[in-house]
């Protein structure tokens, strides 16, 4: 047993504590009276931060030598740290009946003074908390857990404080090291998912309150606030799958789910109007998009998600400057946003386009429209304008420039490339937008278009006469 004692000791103050601790162990195994044994162990607990280990070894080591003042003062210094304020009052008194040594004797009164002190902010914090003062409640609770800072149950008012005071990240970080200090605390598990739950974050709010039925299977508020967030968590989740499968309608009937499981957490109702909103606007169901995310902005009018949804729902609605205004909004705040950036070009030049030649407006159909629902609205205008059916000049004329415009309209819409550079606010037969200066003039006469039969079958092959 000295052996095992001599060579912890070594061990300790060389620095090889888990070594050190095994030696220290062993004494102990072979003497569990020798209170030295008991001491050396709990100096090792303490030197490796293990407090809680340290403590029924020095209660030991007190009660094998009652008048072994060191091992009490320690204690009195871990009760103390632990918001035990009596017991560590009892601890310091009992160093200083005993005739301890200068420095013992000095540390100790230091220290009972200390309870003295703390045992007073107590009662003043519990008071500030009972008549709502939680401002004043915090400050105290402040200064007594910079010395009793394992104290779990300070925490936790602390943390009750910061709930009320609107802080919750500060209540999340009491919560949590509570949490921590008390090894069985269901109730701070709780209260973390019920916070996390409220800001939004139901991830979170799972994880926590799986952790309390770790502890407890059967907590009943925890299971039944383990169903409610389980339940919510799996329709998000489920949503932005279907989002990520660019099912917009079904996703859009499970963000409405949504708001059903939870309507009393504003957060959620907000989340999903927002992905409905972009749900419809991805889906090219414009009206209901500036509806919902109109809804949105007004409670959120930062928001650059709904800003941009909706930017891109104006667009489709063919309302451009709508659309321009949302997104320079969204650059406001967010000047390098690439998304932004883009949309914000592109709906300029369709604002520009707009106020010229707008080729879906020319055949009367919605930007969205079918290849088939082009031609057949091409082929009724193309009847209707046809030159030869007016036999005066000046309706021939007026005639022929709709027909060309009938007709450039259908070229372009139906050519895939062709529309996507007129959808991206450039149009294809402009010479303007033709780079160089060295591609055909598009710029056509009427002759270009005699002797077409626009009702033939085929690919509608046109044969253009180029002015170079």
Known sequence: ?????????????????????????????????????????????????????????????IEIKPDFTSARLQRGNLLLKQGKLDEAERDF????????????????????????????LVAQAKSDYQRRDYSAAAAHLDTLLETCAWDFGLRELRAECFIEMGEMGKAI??????????????????KLSNIYYNLGDHEMSLNEIRECLKLDPDHKQCFSHYKLVKKLNKQITAAEELIQEERYGDAVNKYES??????NVPYYTLQAKGRICHCLSKNQQATEAIAVCSEVLKTEPESLN???????????????????????????????DREINEGLERAQ?????????DYYKILGVKRNAQKKEIIKAYRKLAHQWHPDNFQDETEKKNAEKKFIDIASAKEVLVDPEMRRKFDAGEDPLDPENQQGGGGPNFQRGWNTWQGFNPFGSGPFNFKFNFNN
């Open 1 to 61: 047993m000295e052996n095992h004692l001599e060579m912890g000791k070594k061990l300790l103050a060389a620095g090889q504590l888990a070594d050190a601790l095994s030696h220290f162990h062993a004494a102990i195994d072979g003497d569990p009276k020798n209170y030295m044994a008991y001491y050396r162990r709990a100096t090792v607990y303490l030197a490796m931060g293990k407090s809680k280990s340290a403590l029924p070894d020095l209660s030991k080591v």
């Open 93 to 120: 008194k009992t160093v200083l009946k005993s005739n301890p040594i200068d420095k013992e004797e000095k540390e100790a009164k230091s220290q009972l003074i200390k309870c003295d002190e703390m045992q007073r």
């Open 173 to 190: 970080s009491d919560l949590k090291a509570a949490s921590k200090l008390k090894s069985d605390n269901t109730e701070a598990f709780y």
């Open 258 to 263: 949504v708001m059903k499981t939870e309507a």
């Open 306 to 336: 709904a800003l941009k949804d909706r930017a891109e729902a104006y667009l489709q609605d063919e309302q451009y400057e709508a659309a321009v205004k949302d997104f320079e909004t969204a650059r406001e705040h967010n000047e390098n």
């Open 349 to 357: 030049r369709l604002l520009k386009q707009s106020q010229k030649r």
